[in-house]
């Protein structure tokens, strides 16, 4: 069964540095997603991605993030001088989107933890 | 905009009983999805079970069926004969028909109790 992998597991950064989180979604879907999710609380929204360029984008997405699809299939997540309060499970997310039926197929998430 | 609202934050069951746990929208939208999904303690998050807003019947998978009703906007997932591998958090999402994001609850802590 496809499914939506993502690396690494687990990073460990210190403050101020920049990380990558990378995903590789389902090959026929349509629209990718990056959500967050704080120990212990809601899964939050922080961007949306189709054909190429970013769809949607919540009040958390600002300019520390940024998203590319480099590749065709990698999509990756970039954070710039990140933050003790950046610390967090990243999930990716895909879904083939005809309409709006159709689950979120997410990853096993990227555990981040800044120091 | 679009709103998901989990009142339960915890909530106990008895092996082999059932459980509901609530979940209420608000939308403007006239079509929209409304999904579960399960998320144990390691972390992943699992779809359960998913019903479409023009849906007439109630979804069901396995032990798992969602109780919609329209009208009041809620979308209460019904869980029959718990299992110990139940205990989870459980997350309702929503997602309209005017952009692409999927919006969730707060979560229900699930604990089921030999």
């Known amino acids: 069964e496809p499914e939506v992998t993502q690396t690494p597991s687990h990073q460990v950064t210190q403050m101020g540095q920049e990380v990558i989180l990378r995903c590789v979604p389902i090959?026929?879907?349509?629209?990718f997603y990056w959500y967050r999710q704080i120990l212990g609380q809601k899964v939050e929204f922080l961007v949306s991605?189709?054909?190429?360029?970013?769809?949607?984008k919540s009040e958390i997405f600002d300019d520390q993030f940024s998203v590319e699809r480099p590749d065709g299939s990698n999509f990756t997540l970039k954070i710039r001088s990140t933050k003790l309060e950046d610390s967090a499970m990243y999930f990716c997310?895909?879904?083939?989107?005809?309409?709006?039926?159709?689950?979120?197929?997410f990853g096993e998430g990227s555990r981040l933890t800044v120091l | 905009a679009q709103k998901i609202t989990q009142t339960q934050p915890g909530m106990f069951v008895q092996e082999k009983e059932a459980v509901t746990l609530d979940c209420t929208y608000d939308?403007?939208?006239?079509?929209?999805?409304l999904f579960w999904y399960k998320q144990p303690s390691s972390g992943e998050m699992i779809f359960l079970i998913y019903?479409?807003?023009?849906?007439?019947q109630n979804a069901t998978e396995g032990r798992y069926s969602l109780n919609f009703q329209k009208a009041r906007k809620s979308a209460n997932l019904v869980i029959s004969a718990s299992q110990l591998g139940d205990s989870a958090m459980y997350f309702c999402?929503?997602?309209?028909?005017?952009?692409?994001?999927?919006?969730f609850g707060t979560g229900t802590s699930l604990t089921v109790i030999p």
């Open positions: 997310a895909s879904n083939p989107r005809t309409a709006n039926t159709g689950e979120l197929f």
């Open positions: 090959s026929n879907h349509l629209y």
């Open positions: 991605f189709y054909n190429n360029e970013i769809s949607e």
């Open positions: 939308t403007s939208d006239q079509s929209y999805g």
């Open positions: 019903q479409g807003s023009y849906d007439e």
């Open positions: 999402a929503m997602r309209g028909n005017t952009g692409n994001q999927f919006y």
